[in-house]
T-cell receptor, first 115, second 113 residues
Framework: EPEVTQTPSHQVTQMGQEVILRCVPI?????FYWYRQILGQKVEFLVS????????KSEIFDDQFSVERPDGSNFTLKIRSTKLEDSAMYFC?????????????FGPGTRLTVL | AQSVTQLDSHVSVSEGTPVLLRCNYS??????LFWYVQHPNKGLQLLLK??????LVKGINGFEAEFKKSETSFHLTKPSAHMSDAAEYFC???????????FGAGTRLTVKP
């Protein structure tokens, strides 16, 4: 069964450093998403991406964040200058349509620890 | 704002007894509602979804949920808990004409032998 994969599973970085979190969505999906979950808090929407551009983003997704689909398979989330409060689990998801009734398939997550 | 509230942060049941995980939603329009499950070190897996068709929705692993508009609820149930059901469960709403998922805080289900 096709699945969303994410690498690395755990990333440790120093405050101020740039990190890139990688995701490989399901191959025939066209919509891609990033969510994050700070320890003990809700899963929060960050951004959705379609047709090589951001379609929606939340207030969390500020200028420090960017997303890219550099090739036909990867979908990346970059944090330019990490802060302590960026420590969280980051989930990538994909769906084959952008309809609100359509399931999003989630990856296992990348745990980001900022020291 | 459209959101969901999961009324219990932790539910503990004995194996073989019924499971009830409660969720209330807030939405101005007809929402799409989902239940996802997260096992340790695994991604979020869809259990079931409601998209304005049948109000009683059956999902995987024997779970089902009933959409009750009058109560703005979408509670998740299972007649008989199994040890493998122990996990974190998330109620999720996607507002009408939108595609960003809004998660509840989650309910941790513990199943005792």
């Amino acid at each position: 069964e096709p699945e969303v994969t994410q690498t690395p599973s755990h990333q440790v970085t120093q405050m101020g450093q740039e990190v890139i979190l990688r995701c490989v969505p399901i191959s025939n999906h066209l919509y891609f998403y990033w969510y994050r979950q700070i320890l003990g808090q809700k899963v929060e929407f960050l951004v959705s991406f379609y047709n090589n551009e951001i379609s929606e983003k939340s207030e969390i997704f500020d200028d420090q964040f960017s997303v890219e689909r550099p090739d036909g398979s990867n979908f990346t989330l970059k944090i330019r200058s990490t802060k302590l409060e960026d420590s969280a689990m980051y989930f990538c998801a994909s769906s084959n349509t952008g309809d609100s009734y359509n399931e999003q398939f989630f990856g296992p997550g990348t745990r980001l620890t900022v020291l | 704002a459209q959101s969901v509230t999961q009324l219990d942060s932790h539910v503990s049941v004995s194996e073989g007894t019924p499971v009830l995980l409660r969720c209330n939603y807030s939405s101005s329009y007809s929402p799409s509602l989902f239940w996802y499950v997260q096992h340790p070190n695994k991604g979020l897996q869809l259990l079931l979804k409601y998209t304005s068709a049948a109000t009683l929705v059956k999902g995987i692993n024997g779970f089902e949920a009933e959409f009750k508009k009058s109560e703005t609820s979408f509670h998740l149930t299972k007649p008989s808990a199994h040890m493998s059901d122990a996990a974190e469960y998330f109620c999720v709403v996607i507002p009408y004409n939108n595609n960003d998922m809004r998660f509840g805080a989650g309910t941790r289900l513990t199943v005792k032998p």
